[in-house]
């Protein structure tokens, strides 16, 4: 009987496709500047994830309250 074995070396994994932001699409500068914050999620290391998202939604949380918004003071 023939003995099935995996490969002598391991399989390339997939990397995932991060989507592109539209910086065009984004009319506020303090939303996109909270985005920025994602540019270089794809080459951190995962357990610096929880710290890069957490700025994220600091800033914008900050945009949104900030005057002039929807949901800040005008």
Same mark, same amino acid.
């Given at each position: 009987m023939t003995e099935l074995t995996g490969p002598e070396e391991p399989a390339a994994q997939p990397s995932p496709d991060w989507p592109v932001l539209d910086a065009a699409a984004i009319s506020d500068?303090?939303?996109s500047q909270a %985005? /920025? !914050?994602l540019d270089g999620l794809p080459g951190t290391p995962v357990e610096h994830h929880e710290e +890069?998202? /957490?700025l994220l939604h600091d800033g914008l949380l900050a !945009? %949104?309250?900030s005057p $002039? +918004?929807?949901? $800040?003071t005008a």
């Open positions: 500068s303090a939303v %985005l /920025a !914050a +890069t998202y /957490a !945009a %949104l309250d $002039g +918004t929807e949901g $800040g």
